[in-house]
Antibody, heavy 130, light 107 residues
Framework: EVELVESGGGVVQSGGSLRLSCAGS????????FSWVRQAPGEGLEWISY????????FYADSVQGRFTISRDTADNSVYLQMNTLRVDDTATYYC???????????????????????WGQGSLVTVSS | DIQMTQSPTSVSASVGDRVTITCRAS??????LAWYQQRPGKAPKLLIY???TLQSGVSSRFSGSGSGTDFTLTISSLQPEDFATYYC?????????FGPGTKVDIK
């Protein structure tokens, strides 16, 4: 079965750190980009970080820039999110997501590795207390 | 950053109804627009990407259209399992941004 499974969530005090893991199965992780998307309780979806297959051009939302670090390990078939200096407003369910790949009509050339998020993990709840 | 807006915020509908949700981007995004369905307590599910491409395994009663700044998601005949919140998302550039969501509930 093709799936993503997150782990590492929990309760942490403001200023603390947490590391989320995302294990992929049923597909070759190295062929895809990955992002983390979060959802605060009762709120909408917020993209927070992206890592391409080659880990060469990483992006972060302003809200987490300088505090969060995304990484991947092909050998482990996993993606990670290191979260430092956590704040109360980081409280959310964090989803690991896979990027949708689109090729040109010939199938030869990659147009984008992030047309959408086509595979989502079950979510990992992070609660930051004051 | 590209701001995404959706209308309506919520819609009450009956099984069998045709439902249309609109999404607008603050600047042109070509056709790099995706739609998601989220049921309570569940992860979002991709329905449509590239504005009109149906994700594999998704019912053909869902369709998407639009380009530039204005996009539409249509559910041709609402089914009980379609009562959920729907989000649009632009994939044209970073930061990736989502619309605020449209809740479809039972009339």
């Amino acid at each position: 079965e093709v799936e993503l499974v997150e782990s590492g969530g929990g309760v942490v005090q403001s200023g603390g750190s947490l590391r989320l893991s995302c294990a992929g199965s049923g597909f070759t992780l190295g062929s895809y980009s990955f992002s983390w998307v979060r959802q605060a309780p009762g709120e909408g979806l917020e993209w927070i970080s992206y890592i391409p297959s080659g880990s060469d051009e990483i992006f972060y939302a302003d809200s987490v820039q300088g505090r969060f670090t995304i990484s991947r390990d092909t050998a482990d078939n996993s993606v990670y999110l290191q979260m430092n200096t956590l704040r109360v407003d980081d409280t959310a369910t964090y989803y690991c997501t896979r990027g949708t790949v689109v090729h040109d009509a010939t199938g030869q050339y990659l147009i984008t590795d992030l047309a959408a998020f086509d595979l989502w993990g079950q979510g990992s709840l992070v609660t930051v207390s004051s | 950053d590209i701001q995404m807006t959706q209308s309506p915020t919520s819609v009450s509908a009956s099984v069998g109804d045709r439902v249309t949700i609109t999404c607008r981007a603050s600047q042109g995004i070509g056709t790099w627009l995706a739609w998601y369905q989220q049921r309570p307590g569940k992860a979002p599910k991709l329905l449509i990407y590239a504005a009109s491409t149906l994700q594999s395994g998704v019912s053909s009663r869902f369709s998407g259209s639009g380009s530039g700044t204005d996009f539409t998601l249509t559910i041709s005949s609402l089914q009980p399992e379609d009562f959920a919140t729907y989000y649009c998302q632009q994939a044209n550039n970073f930061p990736i941004t989502f619309g605020p969501g449209t809740k479809v509930d039972i009339k």
